[in-house]
Nanobody, 124 residues
Framework: VQLQASGGGLVQAGDSLRLSCLIS????????MGWFRQAPGKEREFVAA????????DYADSMKGRFTISRDNAKNTVYLQMNTLKPEDTAVYYC??????????????????WGQGTQVTVSS
C-alpha cells in the first residue's frame, strides 16, 4: 500500500489550498482516511478524518469551519480543502490510512499506512 500526498505550496494568509492523497495497492474504500500535520518543533497532530463511505467526518477544533475532508472512492483519493489559511497552519501535512478500525480515530497509532507528507507554508 502506498500513499502519495500532493498539493502543498506557499500561499498567503487567507488563501486556500487543496491537498490530495492517492492510495494504491489495495481497495481504497476499505480504509478510513485521515490527515495529520507537523509544524516545525512540534509534535504531529490530528487534522481530520473520514469514514470509509465518506458519510462521516471529524475535525480538530482549530480546523472546523475552515478545512473540509472528502474522498472519491472511484479515484482512490482523499482530499483536504483548506480555506482561510493562517500562518499557524504552516506544517508538513500527512495523509494516513486505517485498514482495521471500525470507526475513525484521532489517534495516530490507529493508522497503518502513511504518505510522505506535503509542505504547506502560509505567509503573513
Amino acid at each position: 500500500v502506498q500513499l502519495q500526498a500532493s498539493g502543498g505550496g506557499l500561499v498567503q494568509a487567507g488563501d486556500s489550498l487543496r491537498l490530495s492523497c492517492l492510495i494504491s495497492g489495495h481497495t481504497f474504500s476499505t480504509y478510513i482516511m485521515g490527515w495529520f500535520r507537523q509544524a516545525p518543533g512540534k509534535e504531529r497532530e490530528f487534522v481530520a478524518a473520514i469514514s470509509r463511505s465518506g458519510g462521516s467526518t471529524d475535525y480538530a477544533d482549530s480546523m472546523k469551519g475552515r478545512f473540509t475532508i472528502s474522498r472519491d472512492n472511484a479515484k482512490n483519493t482523499v482530499y483536504l480543502q483548506m480555506n482561510t489559511l493562517k500562518p499557524e497552519d504552516t506544517a508538513v501535512y500527512y495523509c494516513a490510512a486505517d485498514r482495521y478500525s471500525s470507526s475513525y480515530s484521532r489517534s495516530q497509532n490507529r493508522y497503518n499506512y502513511w504518505g510522505q507528507g506535503t509542505q504547506v507554508t502560509v505567509s503573513s
